[in-house]
């Protein structure tokens, strides 16, 4: 007997005749002998309209009673999904996350969970229950309701395993699984039936919408081995696992782009200590989180300093960088709004040479431009004209030979 997490997203649990079909993939997965506890999303759209209903009092709303508002789209879904299991005869108990309860920090509508009491779950098994949990869901010290960010309930889900010791946990979601590449811009792009934790966090931070990042990351810390499948068929999705479970790495497993860019370069920068501690300084004190960062050598005492935000944050980094410049002496600011990041992941380039020739010599002979280049021991990511994203991927893709079964 095993005992599975299975997580269902917002579009499988979209409506009434969905939410009936997961109970049925429940049902299955309990009938097969094993424990079974379901983590699930609001139905689709509703975190969205839940949240809107705030805004339409408030432009900002007061972020604890927005996490109340936010937070009772999953209790809906609990409730319905136990409902649909108990007409089909099936023992089920439905738990909030304040229930169980999922603690956290209070960073109303971004929490972080600190820690999962897994003893009522365990009771509930016990007696023989399916166990339903709102996903998103957690509570601070005060007893306030918290909620975890966007996508939360994947986080909540690889938690509640890893809280568990769950078997696996079974992320359904509405692909396959997790792609070579973004299937809507590469036809030949491949399902994978394997990747490490470490390639999957870089492709989700970079931009592959599968998995909310910092449910890769617990799952990572915890070993807790994630199946990302779709809700609408029986094929396997994607194994998401430690490194040393994958046999032969590959060199390149995925391409992932992200067109939500901006890049600003200072031009003669004094060359000289406490300057990018300065500029830095003032941009993180406005929250804004840079990304590739990139100096030149100076031959004449001046540098020029490159780096990346993302592009909501374009204006106001442009508007501080500016003035930092005049602070610091520099020349002047360049920025451009309309750049995008392509990169290429892969466990096994850590140990082989040449890729970064190749992924250059693969752009040159699309008359790409590279802006900007930054690199990870898995990874290379390039900065080029947003207008070139899809055909980058394209041709990388091609050259990598990643629609083809190493
Ligand atoms: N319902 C929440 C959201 O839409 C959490 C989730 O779907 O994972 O972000
Ligand atoms: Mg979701």
């Known amino acids: 007997m095993a005992l599975i997490v299975q997580k269902y997203g917002g579009t499988s649990v979209g409506t009434i005749?969905?939410?009936?079909?997961?109970?049925?993939?429940?049902?299955?997965?309990?009938?097969?002998?094993?424990?079974?506890?379901?983590?699930?999303?609001?139905?689709?759209?509703?975190?969205?309209?839940?949240?809107?209903?705030?805004?339409?009092?408030?432009?900002?709303?007061?972020?604890?009673?927005?996490?109340?508002?936010?937070?009772?789209?999953?209790?809906?879904?609990?409730?319905?999904?136990?409902?649909?299991?108990?007409?089909?005869?099936?023992?089920?108990?439905?738990?909030?996350?304040?229930?169980?309860?999922?603690?956290?920090d209070n960073a109303y509508t971004k929490a972080r969970i600190q820690s999962i009491d897994g003893s009522m779950i365990r009771n509930a098994l016990k007696d023989g229950y399916i166990c339903v949990v709102a996903g998103f869901q957690g509570i601070d010290d005060t007893g306030a309701?918290?909620?975890?960010?966007?996508?939360?309930?994947?986080?909540?889900?690889?938690?509640?395993?890893?809280?568990?010791?769950?078997?696996?946990?079974e992320i359904y979601t509405d692909v396959d699984g997790v792609y070579t590449t973004d299937p809507n811009i590469c036809s030949d792009a491949r399902k994978l039936d394997k990747i490490s934790f470490e390639e999957m966090l870089e492709l989700a931070s970079l931009g592959a919408k599968v998995l909310q990042i910092r449910s890769v990351e617990f799952g990572m810390k915890y070993k807790v081995r994630i199946h990302v499948r779709s809700s609408f068929n029986d094929n396997p999705g994607t194994i998401v696992t430690?490194?040393?479970?994958?046999?032969?790495?590959?060199?390149?497993?995925?391409?992932?782009?992200?067109?939500?860019?901006?890049?600003?370069?200072?031009?003669?920068?004094?060359?000289?200590?406490?300057?990018?501690?300065?500029?830095?300084?003032?941009?993180?004190?406005?929250?804004?989180?840079?990304?590739?960062?990139?100096?030149?050598?100076?031959?004449?005492?001046?540098?020029?300093l490159t780096f990346t935000v993302g592009r909501t944050d374009y204006k106001k980094a442009m508007t501080i960088t500016e003035k930092s410049v005049a602070e610091i002496g520099a020349e002047g600011v360049l920025g451009n709004d309309k750049i995008a990041k392509v990169s290429i992941v892969g466990m096994a380039m850590r140990s082989h040479s040449g890729v970064a020739t190749k992924v250059f010599e693969t752009l040159a002979q699309e008359g790409i431009n590279i802006l900007g280049i930054s690199t990870s021991e898995i990874k290379i990511s390039v900065l080029i004209e947003e207008k070139y994203a899809e055909l980058a991927v394209r041709v990388l893709h091609a050259a990598f030979d990643l629609g083809n079964p190493a």
């Not at 319905?80 to 299991?85: E, K, M, Q, V």
């Not at 909540?156 to 769950?166: G, M, Q, R, T």
């Not at 200590?273 to 031959?299: T, Y």
């Open 242 to 304: 430690t490194e040393d479970e994958i046999m032969e790495a590959a060199i390149v497993s995925g391409i992932a782009h992200n067109k939500n860019e901006a890049k600003i370069t200072i031009v003669k920068v004094p060359d000289k200590p406490g300057v990018a501690a300065k500029i830095f300084r003032s941009l993180s004190d406005a929250n804004i989180i840079v990304d590739v960062i990139v100096q030149n050598v100076s031959v004449t005492g001046n540098t020029d």
């Open 145 to 169: 309701i918290t909620t975890l960010g966007r996508g939360g309930s994947d986080t909540s889900a690889v938690a509640i395993a890893a809280a568990l010791k769950a078997d696996v946990c």
């Open 17 to 104: 005749e969905k939410i009936k079909n997961c109970a049925k993939r429940v049902a299955k997965t309990w009938e097969d002998g094993n424990e079974v506890v379901v983590v699930v999303s609001a139905m689709s759209g509703e975190t969205n309209r839940l949240l809107g209903l705030a805004n339409q009092i408030s432009e900002l709303p007061n972020e604890r009673e927005l996490d109340v508002v936010a937070s009772t789209g999953e209790q809906v879904t609990i409730g319905l999904l136990s409902i649909a299991l108990h007409e089909m005869g099936y023992k089920a108990k439905s738990f909030c996350g304040f229930q169980i309860p999922i603690c956290t």
